[in-house]
């Protein structure tokens, strides 16, 4: 018995299917996201074979601890720097191990969206923030003062 695709998988008592467009009622497996093969070799450890998620978890938790110490600004641009890494890497690296969550777009995206916004807002934290943004000043001033 040859197995096509998902479509034509064996039914419980191992008759096949017929074709059909309809995805089966029970899966026995998911796929794996773009890119979420391993990042090194199967007999390196398992520390080596997953480095670029590792490497993204180090800084963040860094960042995380220097804000647990009173470094805020610090730790929350290690925090958002961590993520930019994490979005490159996913971006550049063909296989980043479990990094990769979605599909390489949406992780892309979602990790740089994520870093960008966390990196500006401890850019403009109070007090003596070293980023300003003239407009969303007046926009809160806005939102507050109409409310």
């Known amino acids: 018995m040859t197995v096509t695709g998902p479509v034509s998988a064996p039914d419980a008592e191992g008759r096949p299917r017929r074709a059909t467009r309809r995805f089966p009622l029970f ?4 796929a794996r996201p773009e890119g979420g093969g391993r990042a090194a070799p ?3 450890p398992a520390p080596a074979r997953q480095w670029p998620i ?5 800084v963040a938790g860094l960042g995380l601890l220097l804000t647990a110490f009173g470094l805020f600004r610090i730790g929350t641009l290690l925090i958002g720097t961590a993520l930019l890494a994490g979005g490159v890497l996913r971006w550049v690296v063909p296989d980043v191990g479990m990094l990769a969550v979605r599909s390489r777009f949406t992780d892309i995206v979602t990790y740089g969206g994520l870093g960008l916004a966390i990196v500006l807002l401890a850019l ?3 007090p003596d923030p070293l980023l300003q943004i003239p407009f969303l000043k007046d926009t809160l001033h806005f939102t507050v003062s109409n409310s």
């Open 27 to 30: 899966t026995r497996d998911t």
């Open 124 to 126: 403009m934290v109070q």
């Open 42 to 44: 199967g007999d390196a």
């Open 54 to 58: 590792l490497a993204v978890l180090l």
